[in-house]
Protein backbone atom coordinates (compact mmCIF):
# COMPACT_ATOMS: atom_id res chain seq x y z
CA UNK A 1 0.00 0.00 0.00
CA UNK A 2 1.21 3.12 -1.14
CA UNK A 3 0.06 6.40 1.01
CA UNK A 4 0.08 10.16 -0.67
CA UNK A 5 -0.69 13.26 1.41
CA UNK A 6 -1.48 16.44 0.12
CA UNK A 7 -0.95 19.64 2.26
CA UNK A 8 -2.00 22.71 0.33
CA UNK A 9 -1.16 24.95 3.02
CA UNK A 10 -4.17 27.29 4.70
CA UNK A 11 -6.28 26.45 1.67
CA UNK A 12 -9.47 26.28 3.68
CA UNK A 13 -11.17 29.74 4.37
CA UNK A 14 -14.62 31.79 4.71
CA UNK A 15 -16.81 32.97 1.88
CA UNK A 16 -15.89 36.22 0.05
CA UNK A 17 -18.32 38.70 -1.60
CA UNK A 18 -15.47 39.10 -4.54
CA UNK A 19 -16.15 35.09 -5.50
CA UNK A 20 -19.86 35.64 -5.81
CA UNK A 21 -20.53 34.44 -1.63
CA UNK A 22 -18.04 31.29 -2.10
CA UNK A 23 -14.50 30.48 -0.52
CA UNK A 24 -11.50 29.67 -3.13
CA UNK A 25 -12.14 26.29 -2.53
CA UNK A 26 -15.74 27.00 -3.57
CA UNK A 27 -14.53 28.87 -6.48
CA UNK A 28 -11.42 27.09 -7.39
CA UNK A 29 -11.75 24.22 -10.46
CA UNK A 30 -10.62 21.50 -8.99
CA UNK A 31 -11.83 18.44 -10.85
CA UNK A 32 -8.97 15.91 -9.58
CA UNK A 33 -9.64 16.77 -5.52
CA UNK A 34 -13.26 17.19 -6.41
CA UNK A 35 -13.30 13.35 -8.69
CA UNK A 36 -11.46 11.50 -5.53
CA UNK A 37 -13.76 13.30 -2.77
CA UNK A 38 -16.95 11.43 -4.77
CA UNK A 39 -15.50 7.81 -3.54
CA UNK A 40 -13.50 9.15 -0.35
CA UNK A 41 -13.97 9.00 3.60
CA UNK A 42 -14.67 12.72 3.57
CA UNK A 43 -14.93 15.01 7.00
CA UNK A 44 -13.73 17.39 9.18
CA UNK A 45 -10.61 17.60 11.81
CA UNK A 46 -9.08 19.91 14.29
CA UNK A 47 -5.29 19.87 13.71
CA UNK A 48 -4.48 22.51 16.26
CA UNK A 49 -5.77 21.96 19.94
CA UNK A 50 -8.07 24.82 20.99
CA UNK A 51 -5.45 26.15 23.94
CA UNK A 52 -2.77 26.39 21.43
CA UNK A 53 -1.61 28.90 18.45
CA UNK A 54 -2.99 28.12 15.02
CA UNK A 55 0.80 27.71 13.29
CA UNK A 56 1.60 25.43 10.93
CA UNK A 57 4.52 23.43 13.14
CA UNK A 58 1.85 22.66 15.40
CA UNK A 59 -0.62 22.01 12.78
CA UNK A 60 1.08 19.71 10.54
CA UNK A 61 2.73 17.91 13.27
CA UNK A 62 -0.73 16.50 14.11
CA UNK A 63 -0.88 15.35 10.49
CA UNK A 64 2.02 14.19 11.08
CA UNK A 65 0.33 11.71 13.59
CA UNK A 66 2.57 13.68 16.52
CA UNK A 67 0.17 15.61 19.70
CA UNK A 68 1.44 18.96 19.34
CA UNK A 69 0.70 19.16 23.26
CA UNK A 70 3.63 16.87 23.58
CA UNK A 71 6.15 17.55 20.47
CA UNK A 72 5.43 21.19 19.87
CA UNK A 73 8.42 23.34 20.74
CA UNK A 74 8.04 26.21 18.73
CA UNK A 75 9.07 26.10 14.51
CA UNK A 76 11.99 27.86 14.82
CA UNK A 77 14.12 25.00 16.03
CA UNK A 78 12.92 22.67 13.25
CA UNK A 79 13.41 25.44 10.68
CA UNK A 80 17.22 24.97 11.82
CA UNK A 81 17.45 21.59 11.53
CA UNK A 82 16.06 22.07 7.95
CA UNK A 83 18.99 24.47 7.32
CA UNK A 84 21.41 22.16 8.34
CA UNK A 85 22.21 23.78 11.85
CA UNK A 86 23.48 21.58 14.58
CA UNK A 87 21.63 22.77 17.72
CA UNK A 88 22.95 22.06 21.31
CA UNK A 89 20.27 21.24 23.89
CA UNK A 90 20.96 24.52 25.46
CA UNK A 91 20.66 26.29 22.24
CA UNK A 92 17.57 28.57 21.28
CA UNK A 93 16.52 29.15 18.18
CA UNK A 94 14.39 32.27 17.08
CA UNK A 95 12.52 32.81 13.80
CA UNK A 96 14.05 36.10 12.27
CA UNK A 97 11.49 37.36 9.73
CA UNK A 98 13.09 40.31 7.70
CA UNK A 99 9.80 42.91 7.63
CA UNK A 100 9.01 45.81 6.01
CA UNK A 101 8.24 48.58 8.60
CA UNK A 102 6.92 52.17 7.56
CA UNK A 103 9.90 54.67 7.78
CA UNK A 104 8.82 57.53 9.29
CA UNK A 105 8.34 58.35 13.06
CA UNK A 106 9.81 56.33 16.13
CA UNK A 107 10.38 52.72 15.73
CA UNK A 108 7.34 51.84 18.26
CA UNK A 109 5.34 54.25 15.90
CA UNK A 110 6.43 52.08 12.22
CA UNK A 111 3.55 49.90 10.73
CA UNK A 112 4.22 46.95 9.86
CA UNK A 113 3.56 46.71 6.29
CA UNK A 114 4.59 43.43 5.19
CA UNK A 115 5.79 40.40 7.05
CA UNK A 116 7.60 38.88 3.57
CA UNK A 117 9.11 42.65 2.32
CA UNK A 118 7.53 41.39 -1.02
CA UNK A 119 8.56 37.93 -0.62
CA UNK A 120 12.39 38.81 -1.15
CA UNK A 121 14.56 36.90 -2.87
CA UNK A 122 16.90 34.42 -0.81
CA UNK A 123 20.07 36.19 -2.13
CA UNK A 124 19.02 39.82 -1.23
CA UNK A 125 18.31 38.59 2.33
CA UNK A 126 21.47 36.44 2.60
CA UNK A 127 23.03 40.01 2.01
CA UNK A 128 21.07 41.86 5.09
CA UNK A 129 21.35 38.30 7.35
CA UNK A 130 25.15 38.84 6.81
CA UNK A 131 24.54 42.78 7.86
CA UNK A 132 22.71 41.41 10.83
CA UNK A 133 25.59 38.90 11.93
CA UNK A 134 28.00 41.44 11.77
CA UNK A 135 26.06 44.18 13.71
CA UNK A 136 25.13 41.63 16.59
CA UNK A 137 26.14 38.00 16.30
CA UNK A 138 28.68 37.29 19.00
CA UNK A 139 30.51 33.86 20.66
CA UNK A 140 26.72 32.68 22.07
CA UNK A 141 24.80 34.68 19.13
CA UNK A 142 25.02 33.25 15.37
CA UNK A 143 22.58 34.56 12.47
CA UNK A 144 21.78 32.08 9.62
CA UNK A 145 20.24 32.34 6.45
CA UNK A 146 16.96 30.78 5.50
CA UNK A 147 14.54 31.25 2.71
CA UNK A 148 13.19 34.29 0.69
CA UNK A 149 12.07 36.24 4.54
CA UNK A 150 12.62 33.61 6.68
CA UNK A 151 15.85 33.00 8.70
CA UNK A 152 17.19 32.18 11.84
CA UNK A 153 19.10 33.69 15.13
CA UNK A 154 20.23 30.96 17.51
CA UNK A 155 21.21 32.04 21.10
CA UNK A 156 23.26 29.42 23.34
CA UNK A 157 21.03 29.61 26.81
CA UNK A 158 18.65 31.89 25.09
CA UNK A 159 15.05 32.64 26.80
CA UNK A 160 12.91 29.53 24.98
CA UNK A 161 9.38 30.40 26.34
CA UNK A 162 9.36 34.42 25.67
CA UNK A 163 5.76 35.16 23.77
CA UNK A 164 6.89 37.02 21.03
CA UNK A 165 4.06 38.61 18.46
CA UNK A 166 4.24 37.06 14.99
CA UNK A 167 4.46 39.63 12.18
CA UNK A 168 1.53 38.13 9.88
CA UNK A 169 -1.07 38.95 12.81
CA UNK A 170 -0.26 42.48 12.33
CA UNK A 171 0.12 43.34 8.91
CA UNK A 172 -1.36 46.93 8.54
CA UNK A 173 -1.06 47.95 12.38
CA UNK A 174 1.39 49.83 14.45
CA UNK A 175 3.97 47.39 16.01
CA UNK A 176 4.40 49.65 19.61
CA UNK A 177 1.71 47.24 20.97
CA UNK A 178 3.30 44.15 20.27
CA UNK A 179 6.93 44.82 20.72
CA UNK A 180 8.98 42.28 23.30
CA UNK A 181 8.77 43.98 26.65
CA UNK A 182 11.58 44.67 28.93
CA UNK A 183 9.77 44.13 31.92
CA UNK A 184 9.06 40.54 30.48
CA UNK A 185 12.27 39.87 29.21
CA UNK A 186 12.10 41.36 26.12
CA UNK A 187 14.68 43.92 26.39
CA UNK A 188 17.52 42.37 24.42
CA UNK A 189 15.15 41.34 21.99
CA UNK A 190 13.73 45.15 21.70
CA UNK A 191 17.19 46.43 21.26
CA UNK A 192 17.98 44.51 17.95
CA UNK A 193 15.13 44.77 16.26
CA UNK A 194 15.13 48.57 17.29
CA UNK A 195 19.13 48.94 16.04
CA UNK A 196 18.09 46.28 12.46
CA UNK A 197 16.01 49.80 11.12
CA UNK A 198 19.30 51.54 11.21
CA UNK A 199 21.64 48.71 9.85
CA UNK A 200 19.11 47.55 7.63
CA UNK A 201 16.77 50.61 6.31
CA UNK A 202 19.76 52.30 3.81
CA UNK A 203 21.15 48.91 3.07
CA UNK A 204 22.60 48.69 -0.45
CA UNK A 205 20.03 45.97 -0.93
CA UNK A 206 16.70 47.79 0.18
CA UNK A 207 18.26 50.75 -1.78
CA UNK A 208 18.07 48.34 -4.96
CA UNK A 209 15.09 47.67 -4.05
CA UNK A 210 13.65 50.57 -3.68
CA UNK A 211 15.08 51.91 -7.01
CA UNK A 212 12.91 48.83 -8.68
CA UNK A 213 9.35 49.73 -6.96
CA UNK A 214 9.63 46.93 -4.77
CA UNK A 215 9.72 46.78 -0.80
CA UNK A 216 12.27 47.22 1.66
CA UNK A 217 13.18 44.54 4.25
CA UNK A 218 14.65 46.89 6.87
CA UNK A 219 13.78 45.69 10.17
CA UNK A 220 14.23 41.87 11.70
CA UNK A 221 11.32 40.79 13.35
CA UNK A 222 12.32 37.35 16.07
CA UNK A 223 8.93 35.01 17.05
CA UNK A 224 8.28 31.08 17.47
CA UNK A 225 11.81 30.28 19.99
CA UNK A 226 12.42 26.91 21.13
CA UNK A 227 14.80 24.23 21.64
CA UNK A 228 15.55 21.53 19.14
CA UNK A 229 12.64 18.41 19.73
CA UNK A 230 13.27 14.46 20.07
CA UNK A 231 10.56 13.42 17.65
CA UNK A 232 9.72 9.50 17.64
CA UNK A 233 10.90 7.94 14.17
CA UNK A 234 8.45 8.21 11.58
CA UNK A 235 9.29 4.62 10.09
CA UNK A 236 9.44 2.97 13.29
CA UNK A 237 6.51 4.50 14.69
CA UNK A 238 3.92 3.50 11.59
CA UNK A 239 6.43 1.14 9.46
CA UNK A 240 6.09 3.00 6.62
CA UNK A 241 9.23 4.59 4.76
CA UNK A 242 8.51 8.29 4.40
CA UNK A 243 9.16 11.25 2.39
CA UNK A 244 8.32 15.20 2.84
CA UNK A 245 8.43 17.33 -0.08
CA UNK A 246 8.44 21.05 0.52
CA UNK A 247 10.08 23.95 -0.57
CA UNK A 248 9.52 25.30 3.89
CA UNK A 249 12.18 24.87 6.04
CA UNK A 250 9.73 24.27 9.19
CA UNK A 251 8.26 21.21 6.71
CA UNK A 252 11.85 19.48 5.49
CA UNK A 253 12.59 19.88 9.53
CA UNK A 254 9.60 18.09 11.02
CA UNK A 255 10.49 15.42 8.47
CA UNK A 256 14.20 15.45 9.43
CA UNK A 257 13.63 15.35 13.03
CA UNK A 258 11.51 11.97 12.07
CA UNK A 259 14.01 10.44 10.28
CA UNK A 260 12.13 10.86 7.27
CA UNK A 261 13.46 12.04 3.74
CA UNK A 262 13.25 15.10 2.70
CA UNK A 263 13.62 16.21 -0.87
CA UNK A 264 14.78 19.72 -2.15
CA UNK A 265 12.94 20.57 -5.85
CA UNK A 266 14.79 23.29 -7.96
CA UNK A 267 12.49 26.46 -8.03
CA UNK A 268 10.21 25.61 -4.99
CA UNK A 269 9.65 28.99 -3.50
CA UNK A 270 7.16 28.34 -1.14
CA UNK A 271 4.93 31.03 -2.96
CA UNK A 272 2.28 30.93 -5.74
CA UNK A 273 5.09 31.12 -8.35
CA UNK A 274 6.80 27.74 -7.14
CA UNK A 275 7.83 24.66 -9.03
CA UNK A 276 4.11 22.35 -8.54
CA UNK A 277 5.28 20.09 -11.88
CA UNK A 278 8.63 19.39 -9.82
CA UNK A 279 7.23 18.70 -6.75
CA UNK A 280 5.05 15.70 -8.30
CA UNK A 281 7.72 14.26 -10.43
CA UNK A 282 9.77 14.28 -7.02
CA UNK A 283 7.22 12.31 -5.39
CA UNK A 284 6.50 10.01 -8.15
CA UNK A 285 10.01 8.84 -8.12
CA UNK A 286 10.01 8.69 -4.60
CA UNK A 287 7.23 6.02 -4.64
CA UNK A 288 9.25 4.65 -7.45
CA UNK A 289 12.39 4.14 -5.54
CA UNK A 290 10.22 2.21 -2.97
CA UNK A 291 9.07 5.20 -0.04
CA UNK A 292 5.61 3.90 0.89
CA UNK A 293 4.71 6.94 2.02
CA UNK A 294 4.99 10.92 0.44
CA UNK A 295 4.21 14.38 1.95
CA UNK A 296 3.85 16.93 -0.01
CA UNK A 297 3.22 20.54 1.48
CA UNK A 298 2.33 23.44 -0.32
CA UNK A 299 2.97 26.76 0.50
CA UNK A 300 1.04 28.81 -1.73
CA UNK A 301 -2.54 29.29 -0.53
CA UNK A 302 -1.01 30.38 2.91
CA UNK A 303 0.79 32.75 1.53
CA UNK A 304 -2.31 34.44 -1.30
CA UNK A 305 -4.08 34.60 2.29
CA UNK A 306 -1.48 36.38 4.18
CA UNK A 307 -1.07 39.29 1.30
CA UNK A 308 -5.29 39.01 0.77
CA UNK A 309 -4.69 37.95 -2.68
CA UNK A 310 -7.97 36.41 -3.72
CA UNK A 311 -7.40 35.09 -7.19
CA UNK A 312 -4.08 33.84 -6.01
CA UNK A 313 -5.74 31.77 -3.67
CA UNK A 314 -8.07 30.39 -6.35
CA UNK A 315 -5.48 29.67 -8.77
CA UNK A 316 -2.97 28.43 -6.14
CA UNK A 317 -5.74 25.54 -5.59
CA UNK A 318 -6.25 25.20 -9.03
CA UNK A 319 -2.12 24.36 -9.77
CA UNK A 320 -1.99 22.15 -6.68
CA UNK A 321 -4.93 20.08 -8.16
CA UNK A 322 -3.91 20.14 -11.71
CA UNK A 323 0.64 19.79 -11.31
CA UNK A 324 0.48 17.59 -8.71
CA UNK A 325 -2.89 15.99 -6.96
CA UNK A 326 -3.99 14.96 -11.14
CA UNK A 327 0.04 13.81 -12.11
CA UNK A 328 0.71 11.87 -8.95
CA UNK A 329 -2.78 9.93 -8.56
CA UNK A 330 -1.84 8.63 -12.09
CA UNK A 331 1.34 7.36 -11.93
CA UNK A 332 -0.27 5.72 -8.55
CA UNK A 333 -2.86 4.38 -10.52
CA UNK A 334 -0.78 3.06 -13.52
CA UNK A 335 1.34 1.13 -10.72
CA UNK A 336 -1.37 -1.35 -9.97
CA UNK A 337 -0.15 -1.24 -6.45
CA UNK A 338 -3.41 -0.26 -4.17
CA UNK A 339 -2.78 3.47 -2.75
CA UNK A 340 -4.77 5.82 -0.62
CA UNK A 341 -4.49 9.85 -1.30
CA UNK A 342 -5.53 12.13 2.07
CA UNK A 343 -5.63 15.80 1.04
CA UNK A 344 -6.04 18.70 3.73
CA UNK A 345 -5.43 21.87 4.61
CA UNK A 346 -3.14 22.01 7.74
CA UNK A 347 -5.43 25.36 9.24
CA UNK A 348 -8.03 28.04 7.36
CA UNK A 349 -5.84 31.18 6.68
CA UNK A 350 -8.60 33.23 5.69
CA UNK A 351 -8.27 35.96 3.11
CA UNK A 352 -10.48 38.60 5.29
CA UNK A 353 -7.88 38.12 8.62
CA UNK A 354 -4.93 37.82 6.56
CA UNK A 355 -3.66 35.15 9.02
CA UNK A 356 -4.53 32.12 10.93
CA UNK A 357 -7.66 30.65 11.88
CA UNK A 358 -8.47 27.65 14.57
CA UNK A 359 -11.25 26.42 13.15
CA UNK A 360 -11.50 22.84 11.57
CA UNK A 361 -10.61 22.22 8.34
CA UNK A 362 -11.86 19.45 5.57
CA UNK A 363 -10.30 16.27 4.55
CA UNK A 364 -10.61 13.42 2.74
CA UNK A 365 -9.33 10.20 2.50
CA UNK A 366 -9.47 8.04 -0.47
CA UNK A 367 -8.92 4.34 -1.14
CA UNK A 368 -8.27 2.45 -4.55
CA UNK A 369 -9.69 -0.66 -3.34
CA UNK A 370 -12.55 0.76 -0.76
CA UNK A 371 -15.18 3.20 -2.30
CA UNK A 372 -16.72 5.49 0.22
CA UNK A 373 -19.76 7.64 -0.32
CA UNK A 374 -18.75 10.47 -0.62
CA UNK A 375 -19.22 14.59 -2.06
CA UNK A 376 -19.91 15.93 -5.69
CA UNK A 377 -16.95 18.30 -4.92
CA UNK A 378 -14.42 18.86 -1.97
CA UNK A 379 -15.05 22.11 0.17
CA UNK A 380 -15.34 23.46 3.57
CA UNK A 381 -19.24 23.24 3.55
CA UNK A 382 -19.66 19.77 1.75
CA UNK A 383 -16.77 18.46 4.25
CA UNK A 384 -18.56 19.71 7.03
CA UNK A 385 -22.33 18.56 6.27
CA UNK A 386 -20.83 15.04 6.28
CA UNK A 387 -21.29 15.10 10.19
CA UNK A 388 -17.55 13.15 10.17
CA UNK A 389 -15.48 14.94 12.87
CA UNK A 390 -12.03 14.34 14.49
CA UNK A 391 -11.64 16.90 17.21
CA UNK A 392 -7.88 15.40 17.39
CA UNK A 393 -5.90 15.71 14.58
CA UNK A 394 -3.32 14.28 15.38
CA UNK A 395 -5.12 10.95 15.33
CA UNK A 396 -6.15 11.22 11.63
CA UNK A 397 -3.19 9.24 10.77
CA UNK A 398 -4.93 5.78 12.15
CA UNK A 399 -7.80 6.95 9.81
CA UNK A 400 -5.87 6.84 6.83
CA UNK A 401 -2.83 3.93 7.45
CA UNK A 402 -5.21 1.73 9.91
CA UNK A 403 -8.63 2.06 7.90
Known sequence: ?????????????????????????????????????????????????????????????????????????????????SMGLEMAPEDTAYRTNVVTLSEDGDYADKIMLDHSADEITTAEAHELILALDKAFGSDIRRFHTGVSYRHCMLIRGGNDHYNFMRPHDIIGRRIGDYLPRPEDGGAEFLEMMRESFAVLNHHPVNEARRARGLKPANSA?????????????????????????SAVDLI???????????????????????????????????????????????????????????????????????????????ALRKSGEPFRVMILPDHPTPIRIRTHAIDPVPYLIYDSEIPHTGVDTFTEATAAACGHYNPNGCTLMDSLVRA
Not at 72 to 77: A, D, E, I, V, Y
Not at 288 to 305: F, L
Request: proline content about 6%; aromatic content about 8%; some cysteine.
Open 1 to 81: MKYLVVIPDGMADEKIEALGNRTPMEAANKPFMDELARTADVGTVSNVPMDMVPESDTANLAILSYDPKIYSKGRSPLEAV
Open 221 to 245: WFWSPGRKPQLPNFAEKWGLRGTVI
Open 252 to 330: KGIGLCAGMESIDVEGATGNIHTNYAGKAAAAIDAFARGQEYVYIHVEAPDECGHRAEIENKVRSIELIDREIVGPVVA
